[in-house]
């Protein structure tokens, strides 16, 4: 079977050449976070309160069941690339990232008179406010990263599988299971639907096996498994929605939203390490697109920050894309989703050759190799 690669140009420049670096996960990087922007796109256009029979009303939610896989897949590329090392000063750097973006939109509120000057000052530490919740859960599975990089190098590769197979069957099957025979909507109370650091733990640990055990070699996809996972994915998303319709006309007891639309939806789990297997084995060899990637990837976290506060704050609205047909809004979305991405990623690297400026990263190093040594001078 032929091997599915993207090869317009043949790269010969050696800086290229990078045998470590798998352009396919970062790839899926961009696409997960396009995605993400997707569906707070439809949060804007007020997806929860569309009536059934409304011309959109299906279109928008079989959408949004596309694009849900995005926050698992984020949470199964932190274990695939980071069991293998740890650096504190990413740590720092993360809150210092999240600190900068959230002073500055403060700032600028509060000359505006939306925000008074405690809020302001509270902007500083968006961790401890939890200004975004992904943030918040990302560096909270941070500080438990050596202890799950020590299990995940030490564990026996069957024990392994079968702690990760209880993983997806506890905190998925049996949540379903649960709306199933209660028509609740609230899930293990722990993992909040998926909107914790603690359903990102289990992604990290479910990505580090996927890193260790099956992502470990960068052999191309062939056409024959291209076309399988992407009909798997398609599957399950096509699941995911018909079955919420299906409720809907059957009169279930039913809240704003399936519970196969949801971060611990075994559909949206499959539809994450289906892509994961696309993305990873793919071969990309055009110089231009390795550029965009290489462009783009370290961008990528923090253009949930700038972009979300845009939505929120009001100071981008969508209700002009409902003047469009139902032929051609999720074509406008998807352009939407793109355009937004670029435009919040051209705006992070201003932040970014600023922070080359100040020195940042090499400052975040030092505190790195200080803080250790102080912690240990004090409790010896």
Not at 77 to 86: A, C, L, M, Q, R
Not at 256 to 284: G, Q, V
Not at 323 to 336: A, M, Q, R, S
């Amino acid at each position: 079977m032929e091997e599915f690669s993207i090869s317009i140009i043949k790269l010969n420049e050696k800086k290229y050449k990078d045998n470590k670096r798998n352009y396919g996960i970062d790839l899926l990087r961009i696409f997960s976070m396009i995605n993400v922007i997707i569906l707070h796109i439809n949060l804007r256009l007020n997806i929860n309160n569309l009536k059934y029979d409304n011309e959109k009303f299906k279109i928008i939610w079989r959408l949004e069941s596309l694009s849900f896989f995005a926050v698992d897949c984020y949470g199964l590329i932190s274990g695939i690339v980071g069991y293998k090392k740890y650096k504190f000063s990413n740590l720092i750097y993360i809150w210092i990232n999240a600190s900068f973006y959230s002073f500055f939109f403060s700032l600028y509120f509060y000359f505006i008179n939306r925000i008074n000057f405690k809020n302001m000052i509270l902007s500083f530490f968006p961790i401890l406010i939890n200004n975004h919740w992904y943030i918040n859960a990302y560096f909270n599975l941070y500080l438990f990263i050596p202890f799950l990089n020590f299990g995940i190098n030490n564990f026996n590769k069957n024990k392994y599988r079968n702690i990760i197979f209880f993983y997806i069957l506890f905190f998925s099957f049996y949540n379903i299971l649960g709306h199933i025979l209660y028509f609740k909507t609230n899930d293990i109370h722990f993992l909040n639907n998926g909107y914790s650091a603690q359903w990102l733990i289990v992604l990290y640990i479910i990505g580090g096996y996927l890193g260790k055990y099956v992502i470990i070699n960068k052999s191309n996809i062939n056409l024959k498994n291209f076309v399988f996972y992407l009909f798997i994915y398609l599957f399950s998303a096509f699941l995911s929605s018909e079955l919420y319709f299906f409720l809907i006309n059957i009169k279930s007891q039913i809240n704003r939203k399936t519970f196969l639309i949801d971060y611990l939806s075994p559909t949206i789990i499959i539809e994450a390490l289906s892509l994961l297997m696309i993305f990873s084995k793919l071969s990309i060899n055009n110089k231009f697109l390795i550029k965009f990637i290489s462009f783009f990837t370290p961008l990528t976290l923090n253009i949930t920050l700038i972009h979300l506060r845009l939505f929120y704050e009001g100071v981008i609205s969508f209700n002009w894309v409902n003047i469009f047909n139902k032929n051609f809004t999720i074509i406008v979305i998807y352009l939407l989703g793109i355009i937004v991405y670029i435009s919040c990623g051209l705006v992070d690297y201003l932040r970014l050759m600023l922070f080359k400026l100040l020195k940042i990263k090499q400052f975040c190093l030092v505190i790195e190799d200080k803080v250790p040594k102080l912690i240990e001078k004090i409790l010896t």
